[in-house]
């Protein structure tokens, strides 16, 4: 059934200005040994999203059935189309090819098939942080095994609302509740949640804590004795000895290790045969090589974590230590949409996954967070990312996206710090990727004959253009859909009187919108309209759509037009 169609008049008549916010040029240094943090420094601007206000909670496609068992499938029963899929082939080896990264795996679902699970060149290629090459390198394979760094923190998450399930702790209890020595230093009033969305208080890291103490006990201690750098609740810091803590008490709380746990209760039930921290030496040749690392005296770490904190937390640690392959992490995401539960498991209840998917942070815009999970985060979910869009990054080069609204996961797994981590950073292919897989599913339809699409692209302006005469001005109309970066990429309709100047009739279109018909007054001396299409630097939305441009004279006659575009399509 067709949604009935809303007529906007937009009369007023605006001189034209495009106006956004200042964005850096992203560096490309990466950040000390002791610290996890991917947005700060990985992306460089740290750009934030900007909240929709009433943003939508549905796929921009048709309804189409779904499963909630992976299995692999060809596009179309998953309602994507090939073309952006196919493309993020030549994307990929582009950038192996720039040394970006020696290798990569990328997986695409949606409702519950698996449209592509490629593996990209080496999981293993250098023997030092010279780039020299080993005799015989080993080709990345789609069951390559990663460390996933800090995605790790979602399973120490999904630890902490499982005890939440079982009435073993509340998410606003003290953390020093069930750690009494963490309340030293004043933080005797963080709590549970403040840990899980990074409100505590606490600095990203500590320096050299690898350096300290003499045991795993030792170096716990070091953490729960530090002090914060803020009062909790006022700032929000990602920080991984949020997830030291949590994955300590984890442990105190359950009475096992953090690994015997995550093992027993997540990826054991899951089937998630290839997820482990500390992997055994019999699989190295299955694992993603990473880095050189002389100063803890490791001359390439492959088949051990990456992570200083985590590698002297005995490789078991909340914030750093699983390690994973596409399939395997797949699952988990496709456990997250399904509510909790797969193939029978219930893993978590639907309250849990409801509060991971929830924004706890409405105080603090642009750092949107559930319980584990960051939100609607454009710099590395690119078009995929909306208000509800779930995901994490991990240092090594790893990234996942979930978006609930169109039941799609998107997995990028690289290991860009082999051979080293002084590497350009990933976030604009982690960008890439997503944003072919929003590609690839197709806006919904409502005609049968063809719609004007603006094109995708970073720095874009593009142009829809007709040239036509109205001495006492007009009116004009069109379908419209759009879902634009908002307020950093803009929508403009905009008329010239002179055939050089522009002037924007109506404000510029943002955000969401769904299909509905818009219509806009002309004035009068217009020689020519042209709808633009401008993007900035970096990130994108799903795009602009328009169908059926019309342009009426004065007393309401419809005028033919000729519409000449730059950068836009038919579809």
């Known amino acids: 059934m067709k949604k009935k169609k809303t007529l906007l008049v937009l009369s007023a008549v605006l001189s034209f200005s495009l106006l956004r916010p200042p964005v850096s040029a992203e560096p490309t240094g990466q950040e000390p040994v002791q610290t996890g943090q991917e947005q700060t420094v990985q992306a460089g601007t740290n750009k934030k999203a900007k909240p929709v206000k009433n943003p939508l909670r549905h796929s921009w496609d048709q309804p189409g059935h779904s499963s909630s068992v992976l299995h692999p499938g060809a596009h179309a029963a998953a309602g994507m189309t090939a073309e952006p899929l196919a493309q993020i082939d030549r994307l990929i080896e582009a950038e192996i090819a720039k040394k970006t990264m020696p290798g990569a795996v990328v997986l695409i679902a949606r409702r519950g098939v698996i449209v592509k699970e490629q593996a990209y060149g080496y999981a293993a290629r250098y023997t030092d942080d010279q780039f020299g090459l080993m005799d015989e390198p080993i080709p990345m394979k789609p069951d390559t095994i990663f460390d996933l760094a800090s995605i790790s923190k979602l399973f120490t998450a999904t630890a902490i609302m499982q005890l939440y399930d079982q009435g073993k702790l509340k998410l606003d209890d003290p953390v020093a509740k069930y750690i009494p020595e963490f309340a030293a230093n004043g933080k005797e009033r963080v709590t549970i949640r403040q840990l899980l969305v990074h409100t505590s208080g606490f600095e990203p890291s500590i320096k050299d804590l690898y350096l300290q103490g003499t045991s795993r006990e030792d170096r716990l201690q070091i953490v729960f004795a530090h002090p914060l750098q803020s009062e909790p609740g006022t700032q929000y810091v990602y920080s991984d000895l949020n997830l030291i803590v949590l994955g300590a008490l984890v442990e105190r709380i359950s009475g096992q290790r953090l690994d015997q746990y995550v093992e027993q209760q997540i990826v054991e039930p899951l089937g998630m045969s290839d997820t482990m921290y500390n992997p055994p030496e019999r699989l190295k040749k299955r694992i993603a090589a990473t880095e050189s690392q002389p100063w803890t005296n490791r001359p390439m770490v492959w088949g051990q974590v990456h992570d200083e904190k985590a590698w002297s937390l005995d490789g078991v640690a909340g914030h750093a230590g699983v390690f994973s392959t596409a399939r395997d992490l797949a699952v988990f995401a496709q456990m997250m949409l399904n509510k909790g539960t797969y193939k029978g498991q219930q893993i978590l209840s639907k309250q849990s996954v409801k509060l991971m998917m929830e924004n706890q942070l409405p105080q603090f815009p642009g750092d949107d967070h559930g319980l584990g999970w960051e939100l609607n985060q454009g710099w590395y979910m690119d078009a995929l990312g909306d208000a509800f869009s779930m995901g994490h990054t991990g240092y090594t080069g790893t990234s996942i996206v979930v978006s609930p609204n169109n039941e799609t996961i998107c997995i990028l797994l690289t290991n860009r710090v082999h051979p080293t981590r002084e590497t350009v950073s990933t976030n604009p292919v982690r960008r890439t990727v997503a944003r072919q897989a929003a590609l690839a599913i197709p806006v919904a339809n409502p005609w049968k004959d063809k719609r004007w699409f603006a094109g995708s692209g970073d720095q874009l302006q593009t142009t829809l253009t007709a040239e036509i005469k109205l001495p006492e001005g007009g009116t004009l109309s069109a379908d419209v859909w759009y879902r634009i ?50 993007t900035d630097e970096s990130v994108n939305g799903r795009g602009w759509y328009l169908h059926n441009p019309q342009i009426f004279g004065q007393n309401g006659q419809p005028l033919k037009a000729n519409w000449i575009a730059d950068g836009w399509t038919q579809e």
């Open 485 to 534: 970066e908002n307020e950093r990429d803009y929508g403009y309709v905009e008329a010239t009187t002179d055939g050089q100047n522009w002037q924007s009739i109506g404000a510029g279109m943002t955000g969401e919108s769904d299909w509905q018909q818009l219509s806009w007054k002309i004035p009068a001396g217009t020689k020519k309209l042209r709808f633009r299409y401008a």
